[in-house]
């Protein structure tokens, strides 16, 4: 009885390291300080005011992975948040008691011969076509603060990828992509008269130093 007991235990200590073989965990600390000039407008008359910050430029952590299953397949998934290394709550009209940790891309898939579905809270394919491209990425100069649509990530997304050779596709539907403020758990099923539906796609081809990409999103409001 010992020894079955022993062989169990073992195998229970083994199959953890085997589950995590396929497992990565990786992160980005990325901050500065630097002169900010605020310029406020009382009365018609402009002032300008320079003033020492520190920002948090995308800092993130994240683990990655993937388990094999029958027939080819494989399941897969991805946990990343951003980090606040500054205290600062991104979007928010107070910095007080802001939150450490920002959802990033959170999701599980299957992935196969017919490429790979994704189900969670993902980057638009419109984003995914111009990743890499940024000379500037997490910087004060990244290109979401000047390509809108650069900087989306969905709520709520069925998303698929797959690659032929050169060419990429992927595109994503999000039944609901951003939470109504001010209204728990909202979404399109929460009762709040908003259902939001996003739909997504790109297409690129990459040979030698040769890359280009088309993207396209469109939003539903009702």
Do not use: C, Q, W
């Not at 406020?40 to 299953?69: C, M, N, P, Q, W």
């Not at 600062?88 to 992935?111: I, L, M, Q, Y």
């Amino acid at each position: 009885m010992k020894n079955i007991l022993a062989i169990a235990v073992a195998t229970a200590l083994i199959a953890p390291a085997a589950a995590m073989a396929e497992t990565t965990l990786y992160g980005k600390l990325h901050a500065s300080v630097g002169t900010v000039e605020n310029v406020s407008v009382t009365g018609g008359v402009a002032t300008t005011l320079d003033e020492t910050a520190v920002e948090s430029h995308s800092s993130r952590f994240g683990i990655k992975g993937s388990t094999e299953l029958d027939n080819g397949l494989s399941a897969t998934y991805g946990l990343e948040y951003g980090l606040n290394l500054d205290g600062d709550a991104e979007n928010a009209s107070t910095v007080t008691n802001a939150a450490p940790f920002v959802a990033r891309n959170n999701f599980v898939g299957v992935k196969g011969g017919f490429g790979e579905v994704r189900v969670g809270r993902h980057d638009t394919p419109a984003k995914l076509a111009t990743a890499g491209l940024d000379a500037f990425s997490d910087s004060y100069g990244d290109m979401s603060k000047i390509i809108a649509t650069d900087g989306h990530r969905v709520n709520n997304a069925v998303a698929y990828i797959n690659k032929f050779g050169p060419v990429g596709i992927a595109a994503a539907h999000s039944t609901d992509p951003v939470p109504v403020t001010g209204v728990a758990g909202s979404g399109a099923d929460a009762g709040d008269g908003d259902d939001n539906a996003v739909n997504t796609a790109m297409a690129n081809y990459s040979t030698g130093p040769f890359y280009g990409a088309l993207g396209y999103t469109a939003i539903d409001n009702v």
